[in-house]
């Protein structure tokens, strides 16, 4: 999951149009968030729900912002 919502956020980050997107600063913290996590931590069960609503709704923005 990680590399999907970094792949997203390299995406949007390089290309100025997308200055303005919506989702970055929840992409920015959840990488510092899971590269702060260490070999034997988890998410829990909730916050594993909101990574997974944060990355589907940034994918959508993302591609919402290209059409």
Do not use: C, H, M
Request: net charge negative.
């Amino acid at each position: 999951v990680s590399s999907a919502a970094s792949d997203v956020y390299k995406r949007q980050a390089t290309n100025k149009v997308f200055d303005d997107y919506d989702s970055r600063p929840k992409l920015v913290q959840w990488l510092i968030t899971l590269n702060g996590l260490k070999f034997d931590e988890v998410l829990s069960e909730n916050q594993l729900k909101e990574l997974l609503w944060d990355v589907d709704s940034a994918y959508k923005g993302f591609f919402a912002k290209l059409g």
